[in-house]
């Protein structure tokens, strides 16, 4: 395999596929060389780890910052670091290596494809690579990984009948635009392990085929996603078939993903969410949400299941996608719950160039933060289940977990680095006049006295609860007239309540003039702010004017 793009190596950020190593200790005044020694053992570590996860590339010879800087050991010592994989890993790995020239630099390239078996460091270290960090996995772990590799087969089966006349070019012109390869279409198909000359052939495996042919479905019948919209909260059949919307959705893999996108976008709903007197239009799933859900489900969907497709169902209430294949060792649903940031791939070629196409980042990373942009809009944490004993599920709720009044009122914590429970406990609280117990907070959220006590104590420490009297068990929120107030006014609205404060009243051209908005824009926000009980109409045509209700407060 000939060489990666210099431009690619200079500036590419570490990550789950890639990382840079320098040969330098910049500790101290001066840069002095690393012992081999060191080196070996850093070649050692990332190699074994990427190796237990999906594969990568290392950059000997390249500072943090993408510079070259060089491997400048005489040849005893360089041959230390090129048996690293043979004498510090055990089974040994195979790896490839080669010497590349970045800006008139040379740099030692290694690179590993997965492993179906577990390595361990001569140290007794199991290693795993997730994001950009050689993670120690637990040895309980170990048996589970296994065998969950040995299974991890699929998308490496070899199509004999295929040939490139079958894949997509434009595909392949993308990826190189995406990563800088120059490389022919045959020898990007090599790079990512997803062929092999064979007698004179090039031999394409199910992977390839899949993310580049024309018609993937000539390979495998249930690559496609299927769409499906239904009325109200749960399925009906028969007579009462509550279908509105069907699509079948085709293509190699590297398309599929965005024309699911483009075809999902015209259901996720808006929803109207009010904040700080005006209504910010929001979607009912955040987008980042549901489009790492399809992803996912693209990427570790299990492809020896052919008789069934991935599935995405819209309910009123819902959005549930289903991915053929059970979860692969070590993810537990379990530990997805907890937000762990574990990672494993039952299809890692095809991961490997998803992730260069731009569509996966941080691995370990995307449950977590569907977790944290749900939560950020008020709504119910994801849900994942296993169905039928092989369909994985994924299920996001559009029901808000708090009112539009008790979400502007958490607000004011933004930044203080709570968890979910010290939040519910918050708002808890709040609708028990600011007063609660260690007792109900362990019922509220279904934890143990220790970690009850450690989120209050947490929460004294950052000075928003204290204990109501020496010695007592209530606990009640720091001056709770103050946090129950509502969101600092912005300067326009402030001009409006100013303005109502002088002439009584506001008319449309008030509006339009403070705000620099449209008639209709005006219209609507006027309308927004009656329905929220912030105004009152009063009068007709010329004569509409709006005042501010008497309970509100100017």
């Known amino acids: 395999m000939k060489v990666q793009s210099w431009k690619w190596l200079k500036t590419h950020r570490e990550g789950?596929?890639?990382?840079?190593?320098?040969?330098?200790?910049?500790?101290?005044?001066?840069?002095?060389?690393?012992?081999?020694?060191?080196?070996?053992?850093?070649?050692?570590?990332?190699?074994?780890?990427?190796?237990?996860?999906?594969?990568?590339?290392?950059?000997l010879g390249i500072e943090d910052d993408g510079t070259p800087s060089g491997v400048g050991y005489p040849q005893d010592r360089l041959l230390v670091i090129l048996r690293a994989t043979e004498r510090n890993i055990r089974p040994p790995i195979k790896t490839h290596h080669q010497w590349v020239d970045v800006d008139n630099v040379k740099v030692l390239l290694f690179e590993v494809d997965w492993s179906p078996e577990v390595h361990q460091l001569t140290d007794g270290r199991y290693l795993l690579r997730v994001g950009d960090q050689n993670l120690p996995f637990p040895a309980s772990d170990i048996a589970a990984m296994k065998e969950g590799k040995r299974r991890r087969v699929t998308e490496a089966q070899f199509i004999g009948e295929a040939s490139l006349k079958e894949l997509d070019k434009d595909l392949f012109d993308q990826l190189r635009e995406k990563t800088g390869f120059a490389l022919s279409d045959a020898r990007l198909l090599q790079h990512y392990r997803l062929a092999e000359p064979r007698n004179g052939r090039l031999v394409l495996s199910l992977a390839a085929v899949l993310l580049f042919a024309k018609d993937p479905l000539r390979w495998h019948p249930a690559c496609y996603i299927d769409f499906?919209?239904?009325?109200?909260?749960?399925?009906?059949?028969?007579?009462?078939?509550?279908?509105?919307?069907?699509?079948?959705?085709?293509?190699?893999?590297?398309?599929?993903?965005?024309?699911?996108?483009?075809?999902?976008?015209?259901?996720?709903?808006?929803?109207?969410?009010?904040?700080?007197?005006?209504?910010?239009?929001?979607?009912?799933?955040?987008?980042?949400?549901?489009q790492e859900a399809i992803i996912n489900a693209v990427a570790h969907r299990d492809y020896a299941l052919k008789g069934t497709p991935i599935e995405v169902w819209i309910f009123d209430d819902r959005l549930e996608l289903r991915s053929p294949g059970v979860l692969v060792e070590p993810v537990t649903i379990q530990r997805l719950e907890r937000r762990e940031r574990i990672h494993a791939s039952r299809n890692p070629r095809m991961v490997r160039v998803l992730t260069d196409m731009g569509y996966m980042r941080e691995l370990g990373e995307g449950v977590p933060r569907m977790f944290e942009v749900m939560e950020r809009e008020g709504l119910k944490p994801p849900e994942f289940r296993m169905e039928g004993g092989a369909i994985f599920t994924v299920i996001l709720r559009n029901t808000p977990v708090y009112s539009p009044e008790t979400l502007r009122w958490l607000k004011q914590f933004e930044g203080q680095g709570l968890n979910p429970n010290q939040k519910r406990l918050l708002a808890y609280a709040h609708a028990h006049a600011g007063r609660f117990t260690s007792r109900a907070?362990?019922?509220?959220?279904?934890?143990?006295?220790?970690?009850?006590?450690?989120?209050?104590?947490?929460?004294?420490?950052?000075?928003?609860?204290?204990?109501?009297?020496k010695g007592g068990r209530v606990y009640k929120l720091v001056d709770v007239e103050k946090l129950s107030g509502m969101p600092k006014p912005s300067k326009e609205l402030l001009q409006i309540k100013r303005l109502l404060r002088q002439k009584g009243h506001v008319k449309n051209e008030d509006v339009r003039q403070i705000l620099n908005i449209s008639r209709a824009q005006a219209t609507r926000l006027l309308q927004d702010w009656v329905a929220s009980g912030f105004l009152t109409l009063l009068g007709k045509g010329r004569g509409t004017r709006y005042v501010q209700k008497e309970n509100e407060s100017t």
Request: net charge positive; proline share 3%; charged share 35%.
């Open 16 to 59: 789950q596929f890639f990382e840079r190593k320098s040969c330098y200790d910049r500790s101290g005044r001066r840069p002095k060389r690393r012992s081999a020694r060191s080196v070996a053992r850093d070649v050692a570590d990332t190699l074994a780890a990427m190796a237990n996860a999906d594969g990568g590339t290392l950059a």
């Open 228 to 290: 499906v919209k239904w009325e109200g909260m749960e399925r009906r059949f028969g007579t009462k078939l509550n279908v509105i919307k069907r699509e079948r959705i085709e293509g190699p893999l590297l398309r599929l993903i965005d024309q699911t996108f483009k075809t999902i976008w015209p259901h996720i709903r808006e929803r109207q969410r009010l904040v700080d007197l005006f209504f910010e239009e929001r979607f009912e799933y955040p987008t980042f949400a549901w």
């Open 441 to 469: 907070y362990q019922k509220l959220v279904d934890v143990g006295i220790y970690n009850a006590s450690r989120d209050i104590k947490d929460l004294i420490h950052k000075g928003i609860v204290q204990l109501e009297k």
